[in-house]
């Protein structure tokens, strides 16, 4: 069985950036969701008030001998420029 890596990205607008992933070929799975913020379990349209500090992510589970970490990275990038709402570098929120 092959290994599957985990990466988790933000970029502005998770259900564009879903779709994009889902189409990659060595990803085998995407979940969007919400990253940072200062509520527990917001929803949807108290993210996009922007009042809450969430940024809208996606993880991915991908096989890492098909696709790299960074193959993926400019379709986020992307993304944020068209739809800046929460557009923050997740690398903000990382450790």
Excluded at 65 to 85: D, K, L, S
Aim: net charge negative; glycine share 12%.
């Amino acid at each position: 069985m092959v290994k599957l890596d985990k990466a988790t990205f933000g970029g502005g607008c998770f259900w564009c950036i879903e779709a994009i992933f889902q189409r990659l070929e060595g990803i085998k799975s995407v979940v969007s969701g919400y990253a940072g913020g200062t509520s527990h379990n917001p929803t949807y349209e108290d993210v996009c008030s922007g009042t809450t500090g969430h940024i809208e992510v996606v993880q991915a589970e991908y096989d890492p001998n098909v696709i790299t970490y960074e193959q993926p990275r400019p379709y986020v990038n992307g993304q944020a420029g068209r739809r800046c709402r929460q557009a923050i570098p997740l690398s903000n929120f990382l450790p």
